[in-house]
């Protein structure tokens, strides 16, 4: 049960950070095949996957309900972008499409949970992290 949590932590700023390390290390094996388009396919992935935490993070500091929402939009947008990398990778055979399955996965349940979220704090009064 400990290594199930671990895979997939219920905060969603615990869960982008594990998002994000699991992108490193596509990232690296990229690296490892010293193929120009998986570098550059795989260097726009990492960008993308690694701003969604860096957005849910600045917006639990957000100084307005306003600025919380507009940096939850910016995850939300950056996890669309994400799947499109992914999506590429896979159907362009650079990285075997089972392996990034559980990414693909993962990367439709952050979209749905940061939608949640924006909806409830635009419907709320009050934002909670």
């Known amino acids: 049960m400990v290594a199930a949590q671990r ?3 219920r905060d969603i700023c615990q869960r982008s950070f ?3 390390l699991r992108a490193i290390e596509l990232y690296k094996f990229l ?3 010293r193929d120009g388009a998986g570098w550059v396919l795989g260097k726009q992935y990492l960008r993308a996957a690694t701003s969604i935490g860096a957005n849910i993070e600045e ?3 957000g100084e307005t309900k ?9 995850a939300q947008k950056e996890t669309k972008e994400s799947h ?4 590429l990778l896979a159907d362009s055979e650079l990285v075997p499409a089972r392996r990034l399955m559980p990414l693909m996965r993962e990367t439709e349940a952050l979209y ?3 939608t949640a979220i924006i909806r409830n704090a635009k419907q709320g009064p009050r934002v909670q992290g």
């Open 7 to 9: 895979r997939e932590p």
């Open 18 to 20: 594990a998002y994000a």
């Open 31 to 33: 690296q490892e095949k």
């Open 59 to 61: 917006a639990q500091s």
């Open 66 to 74: 306003a600025d919380f929402i507009h940096k939850y939009g910016i």
């Open 84 to 87: 499109y990398w992914l999506r």
């Open 112 to 114: 749905a949970v940061i």
